[in-house]
């Protein structure tokens, strides 16, 4: 994964955890579906807010640890 997202709050880990049970596999579809019309509509927090789930909920579909393990 080339970027980590950077998470505010668990709030995003809850809302790629939701997409990710509504949509499935389309979860970061969804995710950059959202991230685009928020963008469309000048919402620049949402656009960047959704563009983060659409990472998270890629890093959460690998299956394996990903970066430093202690």
Do not use: K
């Not at 685009?36 to 789930?53: K, M, P």
């Not at 890629?58 to 202690?70: E, F, K, Y």
């Amino acid at each position: 994964m080339d970027q980590m997202p950077w998470l505010n709050d668990r709030g995003a880990v809850s809302d790629a955890f939701d997409l990710i049970r509504q949509y499935g596999d389309d979860a970061g579809f969804e995710a950059a579906s959202r991230a685009d019309r928020s963008r469309d509509i000048g919402n620049h927090i949402h656009f960047c807010h959704w563009r983060q789930i659409e990472r998270l909920v890629v890093l959460m579909s690998v299956g394996r640890a990903v970066g430093t393990i202690h």
